[in-house]
C-alpha cells in the first residue's frame, strides 16, 4: 500500500516558500543582534537576493527539464499556480524548476530557448554578482565589518538595479520585434500594461528594491 503524499496548489508552494523565508531570516537577525543596525528592508532584500541566486542556479543547471515543463504548460494551456504538488516541491532545485516553467511559458519565452543564452546570462550574472555579494555582505554584517558591507552592498545593488533594467529594456524591444519569441501576437498577447503577462511584474521588485537599497545605504551613519 503506497503512501499518500499531501499535495498543495502551486500558489501556496510560493506563499509556504516566502513564509519559512521570512521567517529562518527573521530569527538570524533576532540571533544576531548587529544585524539589527542593518535596515530592515535592506536587510530582506539582501538575503532576498541570496534566495534568489540559488533559485538562478538550480535554473541554469536544469534548464533542459524546465523547457519540458515550460512546453507542457503551453501545450495543455496550464498554469503552475492551479497545479498540485507535493511540499517537497519547497525545496529551492524543486521549486525554481516550476516557477522558471511558468515564467518562461507565460511571460518570457526567451526562458524557453535551448540555443540563445540570453537567459541564463541574465541569471547567471545576477547570481554571481548580486546574489554571492550579497552573501558576502551579510557575512560581513554578522562580523561587524561596516566598510565592507558597505562596499560590497552597493556593488550588489548596483549590479541588480543595472541587470533589471537591462533586462526589461530589452524585453520591451522584443516585445515589438517581428519574430521574436517574445513578439506580441494572438497566441502570446503582451495586452494593455503587461496584462497578458501578468507574471512579469515580479521584476517591478528588482528594479524599486534595490533602488530603495541604495537609497538606504547612502543614509548609513
Not at 85 to 102: G, H, V
Request: net charge positive; aromatic share 14%; charged share 20%.
Amino acid at each position: 500500500m503506497t503512501e499518500e503524499r499531501t499535495q498543495v496548489k502551486g500558489y501556496m508552494i510560493g506563499i509556504i516558500e516566502i513564509g519559512i523565508f521570512t521567517l529562518i531570516t527573521g530569527l538570524i537577525r533576532e540571533r544576531y543582534m548587529h544585524l539589527k543596525d542593518i535596515d530592515i528592508l535592506l536587510y530582506f532584500w539582501l538575503a532576498l537576493t541570496i534566495l534568489t541566486g540559488i533559485w538562478e542556479v538550480s535554473f541554469i543547471s536544469d534548464y533542459v527539464n524546465v523547457n519540458k515543463i515550460s512546453k507542457r504548460l503551453i501545450a495543455e494551456r496550464e498554469h503552475v499556480w492551479s497545479k498540485e504538488y507535493t511540499l517537497d516541491y519547497l525545496l529551492p532545485n524543486k521549486l525554481s524548476k516550476i516557477f522558471y516553467a511558468e515564467y518562461g511559458a507565460w511571460a518570457d519565452r526567451e526562458y524557453m530557448t535551448i540555443k540563445n543564452r540570453w537567459s541564463r546570462v541574465i541569471e547567471g550574472t545576477h547570481a554571481a554578482l548580486c546574489g554571492s555579494v550579497s552573501l558576502y555582505c551579510l557575512v560581513n554584517g554578522l562580523k561587524e565589518n561596516k566598510s565592507h558591507f558597505l562596499v560590497f552592498s552597493s556593488v550588489a545593488m548596483g549590479s541588480q538595479l543595472m541587470n533589471s533594467i537591462l533586462y526589461m529594456s530589452q524585453y520591451f524591444i522584443q516585445c515589438k520585434t517581428p519574430g521574436s519569441v517574445n513578439y506580441d501576437s494572438q497566441n502570446f498577447p503582451v495586452g494593455k500594461y503587461l496584462i497578458g503577462r501578468p507574471f512579469m511584474y515580479v521584476n517591478v521588485f528588482w528594479t524599486l528594491m534595490p533602488s530603495y537599497a541604495i537609497y538606504a545605504l547612502l543614509n548609513i551613519n
